[in-house]
């Protein structure tokens, strides 16, 4: 799963991490995106709220509300068309930059059946 995630991530890096601080937003956003995606379609608005409360400050403007969903749809839309055998979900990771490389660890769990059922293929919009 580290290397989906940062396969996924690379070109948003590239362009926008310039920064530690930067690239590990961005890998938080990609992991983000990636667990909205698996869940059921009728879930992932409710899903999107909330991570959006967790990673946009109260006062925050509407154009970093629209960067945080446009990055995590687009991490959706790569995991449907790339990935779509891999139904786990991330449970928790770690980043570490150190001399400019980036490590990423990941935890997963496979996504529980009753995802599946309600979905077809977990998370896929049909």
């Avoid at 992991?31 to 991570?51: R, T, Y």
Wanted: proline share 4%; net charge negative.
């Amino acid at each position: 799963m580290s290397a989906v995630i940062l396969r996924i991530a690379e070109p948003l890096i590239k362009q926008h991490g310039k920064t530690e601080e930067r690239a590990k937003s961005i890998l938080m956003l990609c992991v983000a995106g990636w667990n909205k995606s698996v869940f059921p379609a009728d879930k992932q608005g409710i899903v999107e709220q909330e991570l959006i409360d967790c990673f946009v400050p109260k006062d925050g403007s509407a154009e970093t509300v629209a960067m945080t969903v446009h990055i995590m749809d687009m991490v959706g839309d790569i995991r449907r068309q790339r990935f779509p055998d891999i139904r786990k979900v991330i449970v928790d990771y770690e980043v570490e930059i150190m001399d400019g490389r980036l490590t990423l660890n990941v935890s997963s769990a496979s996504i529980p059946d009753a995802w599946q059922e309600v979905e077809g293929l977990s998370g896929d919009k049909e």
